[in-house]
């Protein structure tokens, strides 16, 4: 049976899978990983890479592994039941380009803040850094570009936007995307007994905290 | 005890495997092959914890008798004021001042206790994470009044036999195939990404390096939607110059995968130093396959891990 999937092969142990969209990357992803062929299986907004181990597998055969892991189609993953709550306390020094989104905009910052919290969203992908959240689901009215210079640092637990998403800054560094505002939620915490509280395919609503509720 | 930090000196180990849909990059030794050769001469385990010296390394006092060994990059070490050589046991007493120096040729050299150093392991391993602060000694780099804690043990004196001696150099030719978006270069900057001798700028580290050379051109214009990269990814940012992803890159990225570093030569990476020459050898992919089984035949006699080291 011939896959539907198109398969690239990339360098001498990387394979790259087609996906129409992030829902449907993950899903392989979950799909292959069950399988266990490969070393590691890293989902992207459109695509699925596979490392493979070349030393025991030939390509041929990690291409025919994984159509035949694929070959009864992709089983959508369950909808997480989970619905995660991110607190953000909006502008000021914990969203420094707030302002300027909103003048780009053509919004008030109240109108900012109630369309970014009205709607559910979707952890569409993580990656980057431990934790880090691409999260899907942006209304239209809040499309921002990139920072056309990216910042040298980033305070983690900041909220940015960038090419129609929301994304969360697990760790402190370097970053471009355009900031409004900063969660004390953590993101990651290697201490902790579940290191990633957030996953790939959470469903997740965000709440206005005002800066005096930050925990100091 | 550590009397001088030295420029970025961390306790490195094993990668992080498994982890990269979690945002958890491969960490490790920059370069594990010269991390097991210091271990192997103390009769480590290849991944024993040890100090990774990045161009210029610390200096430590030893508070208790202490068999060491320094592998990787040539450094110009003293103990007590007098040359020791890599690539052999070399012991120490309490009250020996050991100063490793700077790098001669190369970036990073690995400097092993016998017993390996005692840190926690963090997420399945010891090696350090700077930008999240996690792993090795506290998550950070050395600095000045840290006391590392090893178990002492006496070991043979063994030194590396004179054929696994990497040889360091300052123009590097590693072999890389072709990857995803390749071919969203013009074939004019095909031929440039693999003719070129490239400049590695200052802006080279555990996450990656930038390449200085001639500005190549992305027909989509530079962004793509966020995909998987892994260490030995070359990226052609906005820009137009090539960066090349190391061991703690970041596990996604949005700009077009130009090339892939092949698995047999990745671990050179972590011997590159600013200023140095680099080229890139291109290989089919099941040419720069049987260029690893034959590096990995040529390394087993004295490392019967190689294959978990070139990982």
């Known amino acids: 049976m011939v896959s539907r999937y198109v398969l690239i092969r990339g360098g001498d142990e990387l394979l790259s899978i087609g996906a129409a969209d992030p829902a449907e990357a993950q899903a392989i992803a979950e799909q292959l990983r069950a399988a266990g062929i490969c070393l590691e299986v890293v989902a992207g907004i459109d695509s699925v890479v596979v490392r493979f181990d070349a030393v025991a597998y030939d390509a041929d055969e990690v291409s025919r592994l994984v159509e035949d892991a694929l070959a009864d189609g992709v089983r959508p993953l369950a909808a997480s039941g989970k619905l995660l709550e991110i607190p953000i306390v909006y502008g000021g020094k914990f969203g420094p380009d707030l302002e300027h989104a909103c003048e780009t905009l053509g919004l008030t910052a109240d109108e900012f803040i109630a369309l970014h919290t009205g709607g559910e969203h979707r952890v569409d992908m993580i990656g980057f850094t431990p934790g880090f959240a691409y999260i899907g689901g942006l209304d239209e009215r809040l499309h921002l570009p990139r920072r056309t210079e990216p910042r040298q640092h980033v305070p983690a637990g900041s909220v940015g936007i960038a090419d129609g998403r929301t994304g969360l800054y697990s760790l402190a560094g370097p970053g471009g995307w355009t900031l409004v505002g900063r969660t004390p939620f953590k993101l990651f915490d290697a201490a902790a007994d579940d290191p990633f509280p957030i996953r790939a395919g959470m469903r997740i609503r965000f709440r206005a905290l005002s800066a005096e509720e930050w925990p100091a | ?311």
């Open chain 2, 1 to 311: 005890m550590v009397l001088k930090p030295g420029l970025q000196t961390t306790v490195q180990s094993r990668s992080r495997g498994g982890m990269r849909h979690l945002g958890v990059p491969a960490c490790g030794a920059a370069d594990p092959l010269s991390l097991a050769l210091a271990n192997r001469l103390l009769g480590n385990d290849w991944d024993a914890p040890a100090l990774e010296l990045t161009l210029l390394g610390p200096d430590l006092q030893f508070d208790t008798a202490c068999c060491f060994a320094l592998a990787g990059a040539p450094f110009a070490a003293t103990l007590n004021g007098a040359a020791i050589a890599c690539h052999e046991v070399q012991r120490a007493i309490p009250g020996d001042l050991l100063v490793t120096g700077a790098a001669l040729k190369g970036a990073r050299a690995y400097l092993a206790v016998a017993g390996g150093i005692v840190v926690e392991e963090v997420l399945g391993s010891a090696s350090t994470y700077l930008p999240a602060g996690l792993g090795g000694y506290r998550g950070r780099a050395l600095a000045k009044g840290d006391q590392l804690s090893f178990t002492p043990r006496e070991v043979q004196d063994l030194t590396t036999p004179v054929e696994f001696r990497p040889t360091m150099l300052s123009a590097w030719a590693l072999r890389a195939c072709a990857s995803f978006e390749t071919q969203k270069l013009s074939g004019a900057d095909i031929a440039r990404l693999f003719e070129t001798n490239w400049t590695v700028s200052r802006r080279a580290d555990r996450m990656g390096m930038l390449l200085e050379g001639p500005a190549l051109t992305v027909t989509s214009g530079g962004r793509m939607p966020s995909a998987a990269v892994f260490p030995g990814t070359v990226q052609c940012p906005e820009g137009g110059a090539p960066f090349v992803l190391a061991v703690d890159a970041g596990t996604t990225g949005g700009y077009p995968r130009i090339a892939q570093l092949a698995r047999v030569d990745r671990h050179l990476l972590g011997q590159v130093r600013p200023g140095d020459h680099l080229r890139f050898l291109r290989r089919e992919p099941h040419a720069a396959v049987e260029a690893l089984h034959a590096k990995l035949d040529y390394w087993r006699p004295w490392l019967p891990d190689i294959d978990s080291i070139l990982c």
